[in-house]
T-cell receptor, first 112, second 109 residues
Framework: NAGVTQTPKFRVLKTGQSMTLLCAQD?????MYWYRQDPGMGLRLIHYSVGEGTTAKGEVPDGYNVSRLKKQNFLLGLESAAPSQTSVYFCASSLTSSYTQYFGPGTRLTVL | GIQVEQSPPDLILQEGANSTLRCNFSDSVNNLQWFHQNPWGQLINLFY???GTKQNGRLSATTVATERYSLLYISSSQTTDSGVYFC???????????FGRGTQLTVWP
């Protein structure tokens, strides 16, 4: 039982490049979330999903897209990376909205 | 959204000391979690505590939902307790968590 895993752990992009971050969970959770963490701040919600095939915007969705084609995977895409997207990205999952959220180890992204 | 305020922002202790971290929130919540972010950036679940009191070893937490605050107690601090402690609350909207800015704890030997 690996819990929540994220790929990759680190990435450096140039402005304008695209990339996809992968989140996988093996706990059969319905809900999945993408957060970003900037220095000196707590986490802010980018997008979330309440089940396979569904996605919704969070607090800071601009510049990101997501997909949940399989229940266990939640993908976060950056179509045209900007320096303002330099951050640490965390994925989380929960059984339902009422239950504990479990977090992955994070992806450190730098956009030059 | 729900405002979450944590205090103090920074705390420096010597090993063996006790501490209390506070989390105030602006609205009714259905869920409250405490996390420890270690120096490697990993977020570790400490407590899921929408109300009441829980204990886990040297750590304990109390949430008084009617008064909109939660407290995290750390007793007999160890250097491995260093890191940032986050409080996060969930309102009614589909499970999203609102995070505070955290308390940076440094424990010296």
């Amino acid at each position: 039982n690996a819990g929540v895993t994220q790929t990759p752990k680190f990435r450096v992009l140039k402005t304008g490049q695209s990339m996809t971050l992968l989140c996988a969970q093996d706990m059969n959770h319905e809900y999945m979330y993408w957060y970003r963490q900037d220095p000196g701040m707590g986490l802010r919600l980018i997008h979330y999903s309440v089940g396979e095939g569904t996605t919704a915007k969070g607090e800071v969705p601009d510049g990101y897209n997501v997909s949940r084609l399989k229940k266990q995977n939640f993908l976060l895409g950056l179509e045209s990376a900007a320096p303002s997207q330099t951050s640490v990205y965390f994925c989380a999952s929960s059984l339902t909205s009422s239950y504990t959220q479990y977090f992955g180890p994070g992806t450190r992204l730098t956009v030059l | 959204g729900i405002q979450v305020e944590q205090s103090p922002p920074d705390l420096i202790l010597q090993e063996g000391a006790n501490s209390t971290l506070r989390c105030n929130f602006s609205d009714s919540v259905n869920n409250l979690q405490w996390f420890h972010q270690n120096p490697w950036g990993q977020l570790i679940n400490l407590f899921y505590i929408p109300s009441g009191t829980k204990q886990n070893g040297r750590l304990s937490a109390t949430t008084v939902a009617t008064e909109r605050y939660s407290l995290l107690y750390i007793s007999s601090s160890q250097t491995t307790d260093s890191g940032v402690y986050f409080c996060a609350v969930r309102g009614s909207t589909l499970g999203r968590l609102y995070f505070g800015r955290g308390t940076q704890l440094t424990v010296w030997p």
